[in-house]
């Protein structure tokens, strides 16, 4: 009944915003104030558009901090607030078809949309020895029932324009490279002073000296590797950084891809991720933020190893957001834990 309610409201939802009229939608893409109203599904992004904007935008983020990002679905208000944004950021990823979904839906006319994935160039997924993929079992299933809504719509506009990123398996993670972060940040100034010219100036002054440390972490990221021991580092858990590993040159070896829906790995990928420990000896198993952690913890008995965190910033918990934690904050962190895994 709960989900039979829920989509008896989202369909009521998504038809009136379908259908309201467009100087209704250019009134409130603005708040009270006349800020530019701006969404953004994940932590990263929305924390770029807060160095950039500050306070002379409103910022919404509909991720609720410390939720589980690949298996969120938007509420009715959710899907409100997209309508009436001004710039709405998201993903443009397969645990966010919900997104493409919902936008083939609503008129979009007035809004200006931005795909991470669209601003740098995308990696193919890529499945490492040892690790487990059951990705194309679980996506239809933590889905829920948008899939069903989506569906009904794909049906009702026959669409047969179905986009790349419904055909391509690519990794979803680029933000996690600070080299793309940069990309990303420049895109978003862009957006920003087309829709904003009054504040152009104020936005372009606080991008350029947001990039500054973006770059520093670059540089810090890639003087660490280069003079580390070792390349290798070991994930019990998913692997988020395949644009961290690429670009700064790191091999890995975890139990799932990053977008993967699985917490509990096989006997068989336990084994073979404390086999590589041990043969290389390296000194710490890394997990993901947000994560049970009973995986590193085994492999952390079993080996010795020393488990520590590496954030992928897809989210972060409701102390860290209430404390104004950063980007660069995680990022500085996860520099430090590297230095220990690859010493």
């Not at 009715?76 to 936008?103: A, H």
């Not at 669209?118 to 079992?137: F, Q, Y």
């Not at 933590?142 to 026959?158: M, N, P, Q, T, V």
């Not at 991008?207 to 540089?219: G, H, R, S, T």
Request: hydrophobic share 40%; proline share 3%; with cysteine.
């Amino acid at each position: 009944m709960k989900k039979l309610i829920s989509i008896i409201m989202t369909l009521t939802v998504i038809l009136i915003s379908a259908t309201g009229c467009r100087e209704k939608k250019e009134a409130i893409v603005r708040d009270s104030d006349g800020r530019l109203n701006i969404t953004t599904t994940i932590f990263a992004p929305y924390d770029f558009v807060r160095q950039i904007a500050g306070d002379r935008v409103n910022l919404t983020m509909l991720l609720p901090p410390g939720s589980e990002s690949h298996s969120f679905e938007p509420s009715p208000m959710d899907i409100v607030n997209i309508q009436n944004t001004g710039l709405f950021i998201y993903v443009g990823s397969e645990s966010e078809g919900w997104v493409e979904r919902l936008l083939k839906s609503m008129r979009t006319d007035n809004m200006t949309i931005l795909s991470l994935t669209d601003i740098v160039d995308t990696l193919d997924k890529e499945i490492v020895e040892g690790m487990e993929d059951h990705d194309d079992d679980h996506d239809r299933e933590h889905k829920g029932f948008f899939a069903r809504i989506g569906a009904f719509f794909e049906h009702l506009f026959d669409k047969d324009d179905h986009d790349d990123h419904d055909e391509t398996a690519f990794d979803e993670h680029v933000w996690t490279s600070p080299k793309n972060a940069i990309a990303i940040v420049r895109a978003i100034t862009d957006q920003l002073c087309e829709l904003d010219a009054d504040n152009a100036g104020y936005y372009r002054q606080n991008a350029a000296a947001y990039i500054e440390p973006l770059q520093e972490l670059d540089a810090a990221l890639e003087e660490t590797i280069a003079g580390a021991r070792r390349r290798t580092i070991i994930f019990g858990d998913r692997f988020p950084f395949r644009y961290l590993a690429h670009d700064y040159g790191l091999q890995y070896f975890a139990a799932f891809p990053g977008c993967s829906t699985e917490t509990e790995p096989s006997t068989v990928t336990v084994a073979f991720l404390i086999g590589k420990i041990r043969a290389e000896q390296i000194p710490v198993v890394f997990h993901i933020e947000l994560s049970n952690e009973r995986m590193a913890d085994t492999i952390s008995r079993e080996t010795g190893a020393k488990k520590l965190l590496l954030h992928s910033a897809h989210n972060i918990t409701r102390r860290d957001f209430e404390a104004d934690l950063t980007y660069l904050d995680l990022m500085r962190s996860n520099i430090e834990n590297l230095r220990e895994a690859l010493y």
